[in-house]
């Protein structure tokens, strides 16, 4: 989630000393780095708490480690931790173990929509279920050896729901040594499997300590203690809670309590079925486990199946933890119409961490943590200030199902000296068990560059907070590339990762960051169905691409995650975005470099210099290689988290912030997708104004949105090479901003061009732009701009100066605003002198006298040249006036006023597109179809041996029956239909 700590301002009233404290209040400086010793000793113990995803060998081996210190523990809270991880570590090897034992699942529904794709489908599910049968009897041996496992575990968690007190610690280390341990030869294969992320207990708040009142309120509501019941664990958090509740239950009484697991949303095993049938026909209830409800539609399917099953609607009963943000998860049970299930659900204030927050319950730790440092503790003290951070808190907060708890205090410090202090601290749920350790672990090796921790308890990191007196922008940024570079250089050395889970989670399609990558690249191919078919190619080649320097990395790097200090910057919300369910699992620092280039609007010099500096803190001297996956990666995450914030009801008074987010996340694709293929195309020596002159259209023509933001293909980089090398002056005459224009002309080596629809021209030769819109002009686009930012739901790209560009978001994409809306507004304001166009993407509102035609003709006029030739390229009806003002002109056969374009002899390729543009060229260069030695150069680009974007840039061009039929023969397409 996005925090925003340890900036906001202390308002002057708080300086003021106490009445009842004589001693005057000081300035607070920065907590010395001091840890108490017990709380190092234990986590400097657990260095490979770094990696959330051990593998189930891994896992094993520190399950006996825990074992084995069991009898070691110091402190009692010490002693807690070491038995939470007992219960963590049993239950994720044996949710692995039942994944294992189903196998992969493979859905062929998809198939079911193309011709003859039912029979395809009827036996391939039969090929399928007859494998699963086989696989289950050859795992007869592990299925047996899972069950005695399973009843070893339950003998644990009987004495792990009761252990609260010392007496219970010589039966506890006495039986606990003797069980979890595997005395069966486990697969090889499984042995190798990552365990899954549990993130509720990783990121979502919930303890071990919430599942246990879910079982009072069970024993509440059902205290027959012969009622025979199923615990039905929805897998992964089933795997975890339902045999915590069924050792709560058998302390409590209950004697008959079975136990399975299931993966919801999936299609159950044979062993599955036969259990859950045994089970309905013993009559027993069945008490759906899961982890938090989002709207409830995974519970309901699988009180559906247990219907359909034979269980009685009056013998379903489901627990559930109710998520702070989703309290409206009913919707979903509601749609069982009238069903007699039961739902018992743990309320928000109820959850064990929210009460952890309370004041009360923070005290005793505070002191312990500041005597520690040698102060005397006076006290936490209410403050409307401290109301005032943790409502901006809240504001700052993206409020997502990840959202951490998080709250700050004001305490009061005595100093030997007798000075009183004020101090702020800041507690944040980090975890819980071993899940939380990595923050505490990072916090001390990267201390130079984080803000002063306190210590780690019962899975919040206490955090010295410090208010700011300014934000860090963008802006600010001067001086501080070595900091950023500096952090991330050292995240490399200190907080490396020995063994690199990302190569197993792109397998097993649980690595976030390269499936959202794979989402943009699939986008070259046309179709749907080819898209479908090369997702596991293109994951195969990411897979690849595995950082060399794997590390825990950052995962926020804007200006809002910095704080200032007086010598540096300080890294806010530093230890737990790299890694998690909801997070982007990315271990290659190239990309916490990729966030900071975004964010910070580094310009190319800014971005070289951070690069530099950061190879030389860290060695990683191939990162330039890896940067623009990144980068394609960091936009994408960006532009796609502002939408779903655009999206949130909960976020509506963040929705102009949501918006610039996306434009500049936009803009970065834009213009670093444009930099990878200018590169490719030879530069001319001497770009200059000369005859012929040819003029493009950007959307369309020179770029199409077939990544979701503008790109050329193969095809547009070997026609503006073919232009370079054939002496042609190349201008461009198109609807986007003027900024835009200078950078294209700056990247491409282009002569000049006309922006904004004809409002404004660039001369990149002779350094010199002009406004070709009137005063009067100008002065009503500022009336409406200021008319437009009144209505709700109505956003503005600000970087159009001489133009407005106006859209509102419907289905994840920008769309222009309604017709009567705009019309009904221009004539209430009597704006005379503008017109506007709608797009597909928006509405531009314009200067009634400028057109691309105008704005051409200006260009023309300022060039001192005699009756130049001009060769205009367009698409769109927007283009019309250009073609009038050309001497020739041509189209792509996608052009949309086909027989307007011909009536001004526009020739149309024969091609769509940038192969389109690509054969209107060569027609320029060699009208007689001829070749020469120039022109074989240009189709030998500048290339490496192995670069999966510009193949993909060359697959953009094919046609799509091509690139349906290559996806369908490609080895990997059936690994398309696993989950």
């Known amino acids: ?177 003797r069980t979890l341990v595997p005395k069966f030869q486990l697969p090889i294969d499984l042995l190798g499997r990552r365990l899954r992320n549990p993130a509720f207990f990783h990121g979502r708040d919930l303890t071990h300590f919430d599942v246990l009142k879910l079982g009072e309120k069970f024993v509440e509501s059902f205290p027959d203690r012969r009622r025979p019941i199923v615990l039905v664990g929805l897998r992964t958090a089933g795997s975890f809670f339902a045999p915590l509740l069924r050792a709560y239950l058998k302390v409590n009484g209950y004697v008959d309590v079975d136990l399975l697991t299931v993966r919801p949303r999936s299609a159950l095993g044979c062993y599955e079925k036969t259990h859950l049938t045994r089970c ?75 009460r952890m927050l309370a004041p009360e319950a923070v005290e005793g730790l505070l002191k312990e943590y500041f005597e520690g440092r040698g102060y005397l503790f006076l006290g936490l003290t209410h403050s409307s200030v401290v109301e005032d951070f943790n409502s901006q808190l809240k504001w700052y907060s993206d409020e997502k199902y990840h959202t951490r708890h998080k709250k700050i205090y004001k305490i009061h410090v005595r100093r030997t000296d007798g000075t009183v202090e004020t101090r702020y601290v800041l507690a944040k749920s980090v975890g819980w068990g071993w899940l939380s350790y990595r923050a505490f672990i990072l916090s001390e090796r990267l201390s130079r560059f984080v803000p002063p921790v306190l210590g ?56 976030t960051g390269f499936e959202e990558l794979t989402n943009v690249l699939s986008r070259a191919y046309c179709s749907r169905t080819a898209r479908l078919l090369k997702r596991p190619r293109i994951r195969r080649e990411l897979c690849r691409r595995a950082s060399p320097f794997p590390t825990l990395i950052d995962g926020k790097m804007r200006p809002m995650e910095w704080i200032w200090e007086s010598t540096s910057l300080l890294k806010t919300d530093f230890e737990h975005h790299g890694m998690g369910k909801k997070e982007l699992e990315v271990t290659d620092p190239a990309y916490d470099l990729a966030e900071a280039i975004l964010h910070f609007n580094l310009s190319e010099a800014e971005e070289q210099k951070l690069i530099d500096r950061y190879i030389e803190e860290s060695g990683d001297t191939g990162v330039g290689e890896r940067m623009f996956l990144n980068k394609l990666l960091a936009g994408t995450w960006s532009m796609n988290q502002a939408l779903a914030n ?265 091609k769509p597109f940038q192969p389109g543009l690509l054969d209107i060229v060569r027609s320029l260069v060699h009208p007689n179809g001829d070749r020469c030695e120039q022109c074989r150069s240009c189709d030998r680009l500048r290339r490496q041996s192995d670069d999966l974007f510009f193949r993909l840039l060359e697959v953009a061009d094919l046609k799509c029956i091509k690139i349906l039929l290559r996806a369908m023969v490609d080895p990997l397409a059936i690994k398309a239909f696993a989950p």
């Not at 963008?474 to 990762?497: E, T, W």
């Open 1 to 177: 989630m996005a925090s925003v700590e340890n900036r906001f301002t202390v308002a002057a009233s708080d300086t003021r000393c106490l009445e009842d404290l004589r001693p005057p209040l000081v300035a607070q400086n920065r907590l010395p780095i001091q840890f108490l010793a017990s709380e190092r000793d234990f986590y400097s113990s657990y260095p490979w708490a770094l990696n959330i995803y051990p593998t189930v060998e891994d896992a094993i081996t520190y399950l006996r480690q825990e074992l084995t210190k069991l009898d070691g523990a110091q402190e009692p809270w010490q002693l807690a931790e070491m038995m939470t991880n007992v219960f963590l570590l049993s239950c994720a090897v044996a949710n692995e173990v039942d994944d294992y034992l189903v196998g992969k699942r493979y859905d062929f529904s998809k198939v079911a929509r193309v011709p003859f794709g039912a029979v395809v489908v009827r036996a391939a599910d039969r090929f399928v279920s007859y494998s699963q049968r086989i696989r289950e009897l050859r795992l007869k041996g592990l299925k047996a050896w899972r069950e005695r496992w399973q009843s070893e575990i339950d003998q644990y968690l009987e004495i792990f729901v009761c252990s609260g007190s010392e007496s219970s610690r010589a039966s506890l280390a006495s039986t606990v040594q």
């Open 280 to 354: 309905a026909n013993e009559q027993r209830t069945a008490v759906i486990v899961d982890e938090s409800p989002i709207g409830g539609g995974s519970t309901v399917g699988v009180v559906q199946t247990l219907q359909k099953m034979g269980y009685r609607e009056d013998r379903i009963v489901a627990l559930l933890p109710v998520h702070r943000l989703y309290r409206d998860w009913k919707k979903g049970w509601e749609s069982l119409r009238g069903s007699k299930a039961c739902a018992l659900t743990l309320e928000p204030d109820e959850w064990h961490k929210q």
């Open 456 to 511: 780690l308890r019962n899975g919040f990191l206490y955090t010295e907070w410090r208010p700011q007196p300014k934000l860090v922008t963008n802006q600010a940024k001067d001086g501080r590339l070595n900091d950023i570079a500096c952090y991330v250089a050292s995240r490399v050395r200190l907080a490396g990762l020995q063994d690199d889970p990302s190569a197993d989670l792109i397998r097993d399609n649980q690595h």
């Open 646 to 910: 655009l999206k949130d009801t909960r976020l509506l008074h963040r929705s102009e912030e949501s918006n610039q987010r996306y434009l500049d996340a936009w803009n970065f694709l834009t213009m670093h997708t444009i930099r990878v293929c200018a590169s490719r195309c030879p530069r001319p020596r001497n770009p200059g104004w000369h005859s012929p002159i040819v003029v493009l259209d950007l959307d369309g023509v020179l770029d199409t949105h077939f990544l979701g933001f503008p790109s050329t293909t193969a095809a547009g980089i070997r026609a503006i090479s073919l232009l370079h090398a054939h002496g042609f002056a190349v201008a461009l005459d198109t609807a986007r901003s003027l900024s835009e224009v200078k950078e294209y002309c700056r990247l491409y080596g282009f002569a000049g061009g006309v922006a904004e629809y004809g409002s404004s021209l660039w001369d990149a030769v002779n350094g010199r732009d002009r406004i070709l819109v009137s005063p009067e002009a100008l002065s009503q686009l500022d009336v409406l701009r200021h008319a437009l930012r009144k209505l709700p739901g109505i956003f503005l790209n600000d970087a159009y100066q001489y133009s407005i560009r106006a859209y509102t978001y419907q289905r994840e994409q920008t769309v222009a605003l309604p017709t009567m809306l705009i019309q009904s507004l221009m004539a209430s304001l009597n704006l005379d002198h503008l017109r506007f166009h709608q797009t597909d993407l928006d509405t531009a509102i314009l200067a009634k006298v400028v057109d691309k035609g105008t704005g051409l003709a200006e260009l023309i006029n300022g060039l001192g040249e005699k009756d130049p030739m001009v060769i205009a390229i367009g698409d769109s009806e927007p283009d019309l006036p250009m073609f009038r003002v050309a001497t020739r002109c041509f189209a792509p056969s996608h052009i949309w006023c086909r027989s307007e374009a011909m009536k001004l002899g526009c020739h149309i390729a024969a």
